[in-house]
C-alpha cells in the first residue's frame, strides 16, 4: 500500500486536499485526530496530550491497509513541530515516530490559502503560518525526508498535487 501524507501549518488545506486525492484515488482517508481529540477535551490540552494525539493518529493509520493507496490528513511531524512551538522542546518518543513512520510520498501545504477562523486554530497571521511553513521544510530536510510543496488556489492546488500522486502510481 503506498501512504500520501499530506501535512503543514494551519490553514493551508490540508482536510480538503486529502479528501479530494481520496475521492480521485476512490481510496480510504485517514482524518486528522487532534481534531476530533481536542473537540472531546474538557479543558485546555497539555503538553502530554501530544502524545495521546500522536498514537491515535497512528492507530488510525494502521488499521487501513486493504487499499493500494490510504492518504493521511497530517502525521508524526505535525506533533513534532507544534511541540516544539508550544513547549520549546519536543519528546523522544515524538521525535522517534517522525522518523520511523514511513510515508511513500510527503505533500507540504504552502500557506497561501486565506487563514479560515477555527476555534482549534492558534496562529491566524500569515507571519506565523510562514514561519510554521519554514518549521515543517526545516524539519523534513534535516531528517533527509522528500517532499513536494503544494501551493495555489483552488483547483490549481488540486490538479498539482493530483500530478504528483498519479507519478507515484505504478501503471496498470
Known amino acids: ?27 480510504p482517508w485517514i482524518p486528522e485526530f487532534a481534531r476530533a481529540y481536542l473537540n ?12 495521546r494525539i500522536l ?41 522517534q ?6 510515508y511513500d510520498l510527503r505533500l507540504l501545504c504552502y500557506p497561501d490559502l ?3 477562523p477555527d476555534p482549534l486554530r492558534e496562529a491566524p497571521s500569515l507571519a506565523e503560518r510562514e514561519q510554521l511553513f519554514a518549521d515543517y521544510q526545516a524539519l523534513l530536510d534535516q531528517l533527509r525526508l522528500p517532499y513536494t510543496i503544494v501551493q495555489g488556489q483552488g483547483e490549481g492546488r488540486e490538479k498539482a498535487a493530483l500530478k504528483v500522486v498519479e507519478q507515484l502510481m505504478p501503471l496498470s
Not at 503506498?2 to 481510496?27: C, D, H, M, N, W
Not at 515516530?97 to 514511513?102: L, N
Request: aromatic fraction near 8%.
Open 40 to 51: 472531546a477535551l474538557d479543558r485546555p490540552y497539555e503538553e502530554e496530550d501530544l502524545l
Open 1 to 27: 500500500m503506498l501512504k500520501v501524507l499530506i501535512t503543514g501549518p494551519e490553514s493551508t488545506g490540508k482536510t480538503r486536499l486529502t479528501q479530494y486525492l481520496a475521492r480521485q484515488f476512490q481510496a
Open 55 to 95: 498514537n491515535g493518529q497512528l492507530r488510525l493509520q494502521g488499521q487501513q491497509d486493504r487499499s493500494p493507496i490510504l492518504f493521511c490528513d497530517t502525521g508524526p511531524e505535525v506533533i513534532h513541530v507544534w511541540s516544539q512551538v508550544k513547549y520549546g522542546r519536543v519528546d523522544a518518543y515524538i521525535d
Open 97 to 102: 515516530q517522525v522518523r520511523a513512520v514511513h
Open 114 to 116: 486565506a487563514w479560515e
